[in-house]
């Protein structure tokens, strides 16, 4: 597609429900990025996929979270169990050759 | 310190005066940086890269990085309200993380 597209745009989930948020990168880019925002805040990295391998999944802050790329394409941020520290935005981002991102409009989850 | 720092602000400067924007970052090794703008409630958007010590011009924004004072700098020219956003600072820092390192911005207000 022309560009990074993330669903849903809102969720509001009650604490304890599980959410799965969904990325589809721009064609033919490698690399995939989550990030979560809190307001006020940059965006702080959660984990990166180049085509489908995971290859780093250092700022997922918990096991409750998890992220798939099973055919190099379309991503699934899953969130198990969810805490309202969790509330944030959750932007998705890919690159391709260069070294410049191209981002969502993320997915504002709020949990109550 | 975190690793890549910026004045949260705001700064606000008149329309048609020169926006400083300043970031400093931990890591000597650090080679590449970018400048994201974010306008309140979307996505953060690319409009400057630099790589080489010194300045880049695009139209009005000028990208200027110091390696040795681990310094980088986004000037903006004959200042909009349109400019008005929240902008981003980020590297890519030697933590062997293929993923860019944000700074929690800063808030530019152009002043009509």
């Known amino acids: 597609g022309a560009g990074v597209s993330q669903s849903p745009r809102y969720k509001v989930a009650k604490r304890g429900q599980d959410v799965a948020l969904r990325c589809d990168p721009i064609s033919g880019h490698v690399s995939l990025f989550w990030y979560q925002q809190a307001l006020g805040q940059g965006p702080e990295f959660l984990t990166y996929f180049q085509n489908e391998a995971q290859l780093d999944k250092s700022g997922l802050p918990s096991d409750r979270f998890f992220a798939e790329r099973p055919e190099g394409s379309v991503s699934t941020l899953k969130i198990q169990r969810t805490q309202q520290e969790d509330s944030a935005v959750y932007l998705c981002?890919?690159?391709?050759?260069?070294?410049?991102?191209?981002f969502g409009s993320g997915t504002r989850l709020t949990v109550v | 310190q975190k690793e890549v720092e910026q004045n949260s602000g705001p700064l606000s400067v008149p329309e048609g005066a020169i926006a400083s924007l300043n970031c400093t970052y931990s890591d000597r090794g650090s080679q590449s940086f970018f400048w994201y703008r974010q306008y309140s409630g979307k996505s953060p958007e690319l409009i400057m890269f630099?790589?080489?010590?010194g300045d880049k011009e695009d139209g009005r924004f000028t990208a200027q990085l110091n390696k040795a004072s681990q310094y980088v700098s986004l000037l903006i020219r004959d200042s909009q309200p349109s400019d008005s956003a929240t902008y981003l600072c980020a590297g890519y820092m030697d933590t062997g993380r293929r993923a860019l390192t944000f700074g929690s911005g800063t808030r530019l207000q152009v002043q009509p």
């Open positions: 630099i790589y080489s010590n």
């Open positions: 981002a890919s690159s391709g050759r260069n070294y410049g991102y191209t």
